[in-house]
């Protein structure tokens, strides 16, 4: 069966949440949920792919929507003093994801 760009693109989406989890809590990432969620060949595909796909968005200077949530995760988490100014800032953020399509 073929596999749709979509589908890549939506497994290495999970890919990035769990690196960025397991750097998070330290202990590894539990693929058990994900990995039920898409075949091995999809996961496959999608890490063979991963890190190419994050060096030619970054060299290009763009993200997606994955890359601004989990860029802003990690500068919250690595930088208290960013952290401690925006929290002085606003008391709550609203994110929304606008579909456009």
Known sequence: ADIRPITVLNAISVLNTEVAMARSIQTGSDLSDSENKMGKKVRQIATQIRSSFQKAKFSQNSVDFDD?????????????????ILHRRWRHVLVDEFQDT
């Open 68 to 84: 601004l949530m989990l860029l802003t995760r990690e500068l919250l988490l690595r930088n208290p003093e960013v952290r401690e």
